[in-house]
């Protein structure tokens, strides 16, 4: 049981725009930054978007993200064949002093 | 460029010591604006951390592991280490290192190794 909460899949076809949702409580999302990974499986997990809405160098603008309360999204527009992947959202946690990770939204482009 | 790599034995005996290093490459692992931690993935599973390590030896770890866990580094090295006690087979995982940086969050991570308890 992840201690944030993503829905287990969300799908799209090219072109489209996804969203992908993640909720958390007071003490990680509504008190801290959230963060988005994703993940092509067989590889290491990839910094999509830090601070909420930031994105690293070489992290394409068509990812966007959000926070609102307790509750985060991840969206990705123009969707593209290579942005099939897992994507977990994460936030500090107060009570466990480190960070806490959702279930995992696998993304599949149709 | 900033590079972490895993390495450790790949099959571990039930109720024996998981024993992993990271090594750092492209900085220096005493640099004051960062951690080092250890996330973990089960097969098919998600992600769940480990814990993590300052240079100077400060450290947290994920209460569910309870007294299992041991992180240290060594600064002339440039690696950090974990030790898990008492592994079952529910300790079976991917198990990835990386940099968890004040400001981006977990940044940079090295490409995981599989461990096996069985």
């Known amino acids: 049981q992840s201690v944030l909460t993503q829905p287990p899949s969300a799908s799209g076809t090219p072109g489209q725009t996804v969203t992908i949702s993640c909720s958390g409580s007071?003490?990680?999302?509504?008190?801290?930054?959230v963060y988005w990974y994703q993940q092509v499986p067989g590889t290491a997990p990839k910094l999509l978007i830090y601070?909420?809405?930031q994105r690293p160098s070489g992290v394409p603008d068509r990812f966007s993200g959000s926070k609102s309360g307790t509750s985060t999204s991840l969206a990705i527009s123009g969707l593209r064949s290579e942005d099939e992947a897992d994507y977990y959202c994460?936030?500090?946690?107060?009570?466990?002093?480190?960070?806490?990770f959702g279930g995992g939204t696998k993304l599949t482009v149709l | 460029q900033l590079q972490l790599q895993e390495s450790g034995p790949g099959l571990v005996k039930p109720s024996e010591t998981l024993s992993l290093t990271c090594t750092v490459a492209?900085?220096?692992?005493?640099?004051?604006?960062?951690?080092w931690g250890w996330i973990r993935q089960p097969p098919g599973k998600g992600l769940e951390w480990i814990g993590s390590?300052?240079?100077?030896?400060?450290?947290y770890h994920n209460p569910s592991l309870k007294s299992r866990v041991t992180m240290s580094v060594d600064t002339s090295k440039n690696h950090f280490s974990l030790k898990l006690r008492s592994v079952t087979a529910a300790d079976t995982a991917v198990y990835y290192c990386?940099?968890?940086?004040?400001?981006?969050?977990?940044?940079?991570w090295g490409k995981g190794t599989t461990v096996i308890v069985s």
């Open positions: 990386a940099r968890l940086h004040y400001d981006s969050g977990l940044d940079v």
């Open positions: 390590i300052f240079y100077s030896g400060s450290t």
């Open positions: 492209g900085d220096f692992i005493s640099s004051s604006s960062q951690y």
């Open positions: 994460s936030a500090w946690d107060d009570s466990l002093s480190g960070p806490v």
């Open positions: 601070r909420n809405n």
């Open positions: 007071s003490s990680n999302i509504g008190s801290n930054d």
